[in-house]
């Protein structure tokens, strides 16, 4: 260990992450306390790794942050994810952001403060790349002064911010290719919340609990779409045919729009959504390039319509990943399997459901028949605790039913998940 370069130990100690681990690791001897004074560039003091930061006081909590951070001399990256810690001096987090933010790429800051700290006006102008914020407010964003020329990934959690400084925020990011978004409380003077987004070189966005009447993004390089536990009345994605990765969980939405242009959609996943198929489907059905498509826990807006194997396999030649949850109402399957074109590419079949019955292997053995190049197959079910006689009857017949269809196709790998 002594003929280790002093550099490499640096990097030792970098990955450790934890400030308190870091600490003990570097009273090793004299050769790991200057690797952590002069080659330490990882950082993270996190309340949930150490008990004993709930127990201090915050004045010495910010003893011991403001000795271990004045000790290093090239952070690169700092992490202070203080949530169950009361309030820090906003004068002692200033001096931590103004002492290492000329080397800083990477800023994770989860800090209340009183009064609040303004990390943009603080950390803007410099090198960051990489900025997750979290229960802060953000006003009053200058562009102009406030820009940040290399950050390239930017996450807002419960963080309040108007949908213009937003707007604007997004502006001082010329270089932006990730945003989060979780539970912002977006400030709004208008009795209608609308929130106008604009960025040419983002590449991935993810929305999480938003409530809004309006969402628009306008991004001509975006490519993953995800948004999840929101309740939208209206979302328009305005790029040029660009996005490849779209996926929805538990959203509430009127008028979806996702463009006209999406020839180059590879992955649509879709679940706890209710959705009108036909205006759906005319959305992707231009999206040759699919690999897998998810559509699970989907509720139809329309009784009489049905998702058919038929369509499916037409207008996604390249599928090779199919998961469907069953779903019967008034005695229709709504993932029909009329037709006889087979799914010539699907490698992997995901297949589950809520309430089973008798249907279901039924329809299990009619998917794989139309799946002929099939190597997985891995079936989802809900199993609740107390069960009446017929209910395990049909559980026992469907366990039967499924080894004695298996045996057909020995060359299918199977698995069961139940929750």
């Known amino acids: 260990m002594e003929h280790l370069p002093v550099e490499v130990i640096g990097n ?66 700092l992490s202070i994810l203080m ?9 002692i987090v200033i001096a931590w952001l103004m002492y290492t933010r000329e080397t800083l790429r990477r800023l994770s800051y989860n800090v209340r403060t009183s009064p609040n700290v303004n990390i943009l006006e603080i950390c803007g102008r410099q090198k960051l790349e990489k900025l997750v914020l979290a229960h802060n407010s953000i006003t009053g964003v200058e562009p102009n002064f406030q820009r940040f020329p290399c950050l390239k990934s930017l996450s807002l959690s419960h963080v309040s911010i108007s ?16 945003l989060e978004l979780v539970n912002p409380e977006i400030a709004m003077s208008d009795a209608q919340v609308t929130v106008e987004l604009s960025s040419p070189t983002l590449k991935s966005i993810y929305v999480e609990e938003i409530s809004l009447d309006k969402f628009m993004l306008e991004a001509d390089s975006i490519e993953r779409l995800h948004l999840r536990d929101c309740a939208l009345e209206l979302f ?3 790029g040029k045919g660009t996005l490849k ?14 463009g006209e242009t999406v020839d180059n959609l590879e992955i649509v996943d879709v679940s706890n959504f209710t959705i009108i198929w036909p205006k759906f489907y005319q959305m992707i059905s231009r999206s040759s390039k699919l690999r897998k498509l998810r559509l699970w826990d989907v509720a139809f807006d329309d009784e009489d319509e049905v998702v058919d194997l038929e369509t499916i396999a037409f207008c996604f030649p390249q599928l090779n990943h199919l998961s469907l949850s069953y779903e019967l109402r008034d005695g ?8 006889f074109s087979n799914l010539e590419n699907v490698r992997v079949l995901e297949l589950g459901w809520t309430v089973i019955n008798d249907h279901f292997s039924y329809w299990v053995e009619e998917l794989l028949k139309r799946c002929p190049n099939l190597k997985k197959m891995i079936i989802f079910g809900v199993v609740s605790e107390a069960k009446s006689r017929e209910e395990c009857q049909i559980l026992a017949s469907f366990t039967s039913s499924i080894v004695q269809l298996m045996r057909k196709y020995m060359h299918v790998e199977v698995e069961f998940e139940y929750e």
């Not at 090793?28 to 560039?41: F, S, V």
């Not at 949530?83 to 004068?91: I, K, L, M, N």
């Not at 229709?332 to 037709?339: A, L, N």
């Open 163 to 178: 949908a213009l400084d937003l707007s604007l925020l997004l502006t001082a990011c010329p270089k932006l290719e990730s």
């Open 12 to 77: 030792i100690l970098s990955r450790l992450g934890g400030a308190r681990d870091v600490v003990i690791a570097s009273a090793t001897c004299q050769k790991w306390r200057d690797a952590c004074r002069k080659h330490l560039h990882t950082l993270e003091f996190n309340s949930g790794d150490w008990p004993v930061y709930r127990d201090i006081t915050p004045r010495r909590l910010e003893i011991l942050i403001t000795q271990t951070i004045f000790q290093t001399t090239g952070l690169q990256g």
């Open 83 to 91: 949530d169950d810690v009361d309030e820090f001096s906003a004068s």
């Open 332 to 339: 229709v399957m709504h993932y029909g399997v009329q037709g």
């Open 245 to 258: 990765y779209f996926k929805i969980d538990d959203v509430s939405v009127i008028h979806l729009d996702i």
């Open 236 to 238: 328009e994605l305005i």
